[in-house]
């Protein structure tokens, strides 16, 4: 239970929001918190968010695959053996 005491404008402030967003002062303090709360957490990266590093993506591959020569000739090998061992 919380209880806090608002000066004249911030509770017309708080009346209007809540009217507008049709919720009520304690679903707003909620969202209000855990929006600040998240503002105060370390931003994830890209794969974190993704759900992390592929485990076994690159296990095997050649250190070389950085340039994209190699890349595109390692796709085509991979699609040209593929192919040819489903027929």
Known sequence: MLSINLDKETETYLVEIISKENITSEELLKQLIYQHWQSLQTPQTLAQR????????????????SLREN??????NHIKNRNQSSQ
Request: net charge positive; proline share 9%.
């Open 71 to 76: 890349r595109k000739n390692a796709v085509a």
């Open 50 to 65: 993704r759900g992390g590093h592929p485990q076994h993506l690159l296990q095997d591959a050649s250190p070389d695959l």
